[in-house]
C-alpha cells in the first residue's frame, strides 16, 4: 500500500509540465536537480539551529539585555491553591462570572480574591521581557544572516533582474550548490520555528502565524521537489528584507528607546508594504501566473504553487492592516499603539483595568452589593493606597 501510494504521489502529471517526465530530470556527473530526500537533511539542521539558539539566547541575548536596561516586571505570584490549579489547568483559565462564584464557595475565599488569583496565575505563564528580547534577538540575527547570503547568492543571477529568466529552460534547470545551501537554511529555520512554536511568544495572530508557517514549508518543500527554485528564492529574499527592520524595532521597544523604536517601525511599516503589497505581486504573483504560461500549459503544480503564493499575499494583506492602523495612530493622534499582536494580551488589560479600579479606590467584583463596595471603598481606602506605593504603581 505505501509503495502505490508513493507511485501515485509522485505521478509527472503533478510535478511536472506538460510532456516531461521524471526520465528527462535524470541527473548526470555535471548536472543535478533537485531531489526530495534532500529536504530530510532540514531536520537536522533544525534541531542544529535550536541547540545554537539555546545557546545564543542564554550566553549573549540575555546578559546584552540586562548592560542594555531590559527589566521584568515584578509580577505578585498566585498562591498554591489546589482547586483553583485544576481548574486553570483543566478546564479553562479565565473563568467566567458564574465559574467564579462556585470556586469561591469551593474554597471559602471571597470572589475578588479568586479572581486575582487567575489573573497572577495567568500572568505567571506570560512570557517576561528578557524572553521577548532574546527571540527577537535570535531572529534579528538569523534575518539579517539570510538576507545577505540571499543577496550574494542572487546578485550575479539573471532571474534577479529579469523575472522571465525564472523560466527559461524550466523545469531542466540544473540545481546549484550555493541555491541548495541558501534553501536547506530557510526550511531548516522555519522547521525550528515550528520545533519551537508551543515555548515560544505566543502572540495575538498565533493561527495566523501556524498558516504562515505552514504554508512557507510547503512552498519551500514543493517549489524545491518541482525544482521552482528561481521563483523560491525570490520569495525568500522578499520576505527577509522587511523582518530585518522588523525584530531590532521590537528590541528597542523593550529597551523603551521609543523615538528609535518609533523611527525603524515607521522604516520597517514603509518596507512591508511596498515589499508585500507592491514587489511581491509583482515579481512573484504575476511572474508564477503569467510569465510561466509562456513556456508551458497549466498543470497541476502551477496551481497548487499559486495557491501558496496567494495564501502568503492573504497574510500579507491581514497583516498590512494591522500595521496601516497603526501608523495611522501615530501620524494622526500622535501616539504609538502598543503592538498590536504580540507586546499586549487579555491579561495585560486586566491587570490594568484592576489597578486603574484600585488607584481611584473602587472595589469591583459581581456579587458584591453597591452599599458593601461603597463600605469596602471607604474601609480600604487607605490600605489600597499603601498597597498600591508597595508594588502596583511601580509595575505600571
Known amino acids: 500500500m505505501a509503495r502505490s501510494l508513493n507511485e501515485w504521489l509522485w505521478q509527472h502529471e503533478f510535478w511536472l509540465p506538460p510532456g ?6 535524470q541527473e548526470s556527473e555535471d548536472t543535478h536537480y533537485p531531489q526530495p530526500h534532500d529536504l530530510l537533511l532540514s531536520i537536522p539542521f533544525a534541531l542544529i539551529l535550536i541547540i545554537i539558539r539555546y545557546f545564543f539566547e542564554r550566553t549573549i541575548a540575555l546578559p546584552l539585555s540586562s548592560k542594555l536596561g531590559v527589566r521584568d516586571k515584578l509580577r505578585p505570584k498566585a498562591q498554591p491553591n489546589p482547586v483553583l490549579e485544576t481548574f486553570y489547568t483543566m478546564h479553562c483559565k479565565n473563568p467566567k462570572e458564574g465559574e467564579l462564584i462556585n470556586l469561591a464557595k469551593q474554597c471559602d475565599l471571597p470572589v475578588r480574591n479568586v479572581e486575582r ?9 506570560r512570557p517576561s521581557l528578557s524572553k521577548k528580547f532574546c527571540e527577537a534577538c535570535w531572529r ?6 539570510s538576507f545577505f547570503t540571499g543577496l550574494a547568492v542572487l546578485y550575479d543571477k539573471p532571474w534577479l533582474w529579469d523575472h522571465r529568466e525564472c523560466w527559461t529552460g524550466y523545469p ?5 550548490p550555493s541555491l541548495f545551501w ?20 505566543k502572540r495575538k495572530d498565533f493561527k495566523e502565524q501556524i498558516v504562515h508557517h505552514a504554508a512557507t514549508i510547503f512552498l519551500i518543500s514543493f517549489s524545491y521537489c518541482a525544482n521552482y527554485i528561481r521563483i523560491g528564492t525570490l520569495v525568500m529574499v522578499i520576505h527577509d528584507a522587511s523582518d530585518c527592520f522588523l525584530e531590532p524595532t521590537k528590541i528597542f521597544n523593550y529597551m523603551k ?11 520597517f511599516s514603509a518596507v512591508f508594504l511596498i515589499s508585500r503589497l507592491v514587489i511581491y505581486p509583482y515579481t512573484v504573483l504575476y511572474n508564477t501566473y503569467y510569465y510561466s504560461m509562456e513556456i508551458f ?4 503544480g502551477y496551481y497548487f504553487v499559486n495557491v501558496l503564493l496567494m495564501t502568503l499575499q492573504l497574510l500579507h494583506v491581514f497583516w498590512s492592516c494591522l500595521i496601516i492602523h497603526m501608523v495611522y495612530k501615530f501620524l494622526f493622534q500622535g501616539t504609538m499603539e502598543k503592538d498590536m499582536r504580540s507586546d499586549t494580551d487579555e491579561s495585560d488589560k486586566d491587570e490594568e483595568t484592576e489597578k486603574m479600579k484600585e488607584k481611584n479606590g473602587i472595589t469591583h467584583f459581581s456579587n458584591i452589593s453597591s452599599k458593601n463596595c461603597i ?15 508597595n508594588g502596583h504603581a511601580k509595575d505600571r
Open 297 to 300: 500549459q497549466p498543470f497541476f
Open 375 to 389: 463600605q469596602r471603598n471607604g474601609s480600604q481606602k487607605q490600605n489600597n493606597r499603601t498597597h498600591l506605593t
Open 140 to 145: 534579528f540575527i538569523f534575518y539579517i544572516i
Open 117 to 125: 488569583w487567575f489573573r497572577r496565575r495567568r500572568n505567571t505563564d
Open 182 to 201: 541558501y534553501y536547506l537554511l530557510e526550511l531548516s529555520f522555519y522547521c525550528s520555528l515550528v520545533f519551537t512554536l508551543p515555548f515560544d511568544v
Open 20 to 25: 516531461i517526465t521524471w526520465d528527462d530530470m
Open 172 to 176: 531542466q534547470q540544473p540545481l546549484q
Open 257 to 267: 528607546w521609543k523615538k528609535t523604536c518609533n523611527c525603524l517601525f515607521m522604516i
